[in-house]
């Protein structure tokens, strides 16, 4: 079980920048600290997935499955073929409502599956809820998967107030990471964030 007193280990492979921002929003919204690695494509995950140590195992890796490259459903099967990745739990967190992308998940290993929410407060609900279930069960031997949290359904009445809200939540991802890219620049808080070498990997600190 991972310790939620310290620092969350949070391998997460996902393109979308806003996205990313979101999840990070999200562990904070539920009390959860942590360090996140991320890869945005598939190709890159797998590298460093199949090279990473006991020492620096993920405490839960989050998968999109819509990635340049190498699919996130191939990714989960790689790392349900690592040994020394069996227990890690796997958050799939996708735009994707197919249920054959659901069933595949379930019959690949995922530990829960998290169609993408489209409301601001819904994204961080569902996420930070089912991250913090995951992290709290970490390192339990792998069975029983698929913990699958759903937004809340929404009425024909409510379908105008959702498309208003998930404008909102796009453009509140957006002003979040522009936020973000400001912050970095600011006096105090360090230069911004820049690539290095062929590999675009960067490590957050919340």
């Known amino acids: 079980m991972a310790n939620l007193s310290e620092p969350a280990r949070v391998f997460i492979v996902e393109d979308n920048d806003p996205d990313v921002f979101l999840v990070e929003e999200a562990m904070r919204s539920v009390g959860i600290a942590a360090r996140m690695q991320r890869c945005y494509d598939g190709e890159e995950a797998i590298h460093l997935l199949s090279q990473i140590g006991e020492s620096a195992l993920p405490h839960v890796i989050i998968i999109d499955l819509n990635l340049p490259k190498v699919t996130g459903l191939q990714i989960l099967k790689h790392v349900r073929a690592l040994k020394h990745l069996d227990r890690v739990p796997v958050l799939i967190l996708t735009s994707s409502q197919s249920k054959n ?30 991250l913090r279930a995951l992290l709290e069960r970490s390192g339990a031997q792998a069975g029983a998967r698929l913990l699958q949290f759903e937004p809340p359904c929404v009425s024909l009445r409510s379908r ?6 998930r404008m909102l939540t796009h453009a509140g991802s957006e002003a979040f990471c522009n936020r973000r ?12 964030r820049r690539s290095t070498g062929s590999r675009r990997k960067t490590i957050l600190a919340l």
């Open 160 to 165: 105008r107030r959702t498309q208003k809200n």
């Open 181 to 192: 890219r400001m912050r970095s620049r600011l006096p105090g808080f360090g230069p911004a």
């Open 101 to 130: 992308d659901r069933a595949l998940s379930l019959q690949l290993g995922a530990d829960a599956y998290i169609p993408k929410p489209p409301t601001l407060p819904e994204f961080l609900s569902a996420v930070g809820s089912g």
